[in-house]
Each structure stands twice: as C-alpha cells, then as structure tokens.
C-alpha cells in the first residue's frame, strides 16, 4: 500500500510561487502516473496536474503556464512548482497515483495553499 505525505504549503500573495512535495512510499512509485490535485471550500476535488513514469504531463487549463509538475524517482517524491498564484488557487492539495484519475481511494493530510494580499 503506497502513502502520500504532502508538504510545502503555505500563506503566499497573489503572484507569488510555492512549491509542494509529495512523499510517496513503496518500491512501486517509479512505474506509478502521479498526480496532484486540490480541494477548495465547498467544491469538489479537481485534478490540477499529471505526470507519467516516463514523464509525460498533463495539466488543468486553469493552471497552464503558471504549473510545472515534476518527480524524482529516487527520492519517491513529486513536486508541483507554482508560479504566478492567484486568489483562485487557494485550496487544500493532495497527491495521489494515477493520471486521469486517482488509482488509491485514501487521501493524505494534504497541504493548505492559501493565496492572499
């Protein structure tokens, strides 16, 4: 059974950049799709960004051009890189296997992503 420890979140301004880590263990996560997704107040949890073993990437139009997710095999870790953050990108952000959708049907503490003058 793979867990996800997500970390790296924060209180950020409009414009700013935070970075998130997924910890992931297991001897699997190498030939595991990762994605990240998000949950804001009162709406559903949304897929924000893909990536596969090989390291194709996929992204919500929403975040195209401000996104870049990433991994690091050896480390068992994914990252999401985010830049330009808006109001909009405030939300709780979790990890889990998969590229379209989540493999695991348990969750992670998450990390609260708060964007705000």
């Known amino acids: 059974q793979v867990q996800f420890v997500e970390s790296g979140g924060g209180l950020v301004q409009p414009g700013g950049s935070l970075r998130l880590s997924c910890a992931a263990s297991?001897?699997?996560?190498?030939?595991?799709?990762m994605a990240w997704y998000r949950q804001a107040p009162g709406k559903k949890r949304e897929l924000v960004a893909a990536?596969?073993?090989?390291?194709?990437?996929n992204y919500a139009d929403s975040v195209k051009g401000r996104f870049t997710i990433s991994r690091d095999n050896a480390k068992n870790t994914v990252y999401l890189q985010m830049n330009s953050l808006k109001p909009e990108d405030t939300a709780v952000y979790y990890c889990?296997?998969?590229?379209?959708?989540?493999?695991?049907?348990?969750w992670g503490q998450g990390t609260q992503v708060t964007v705000s003058s």
């Open positions: 990536i596969t073993s090989a390291g194709s990437t």
């Open positions: 297991g001897s699997v996560f190498s030939i595991l799709s």
């Open positions: 889990n296997a998969g590229f379209t959708g989540p493999i695991y049907n348990y």
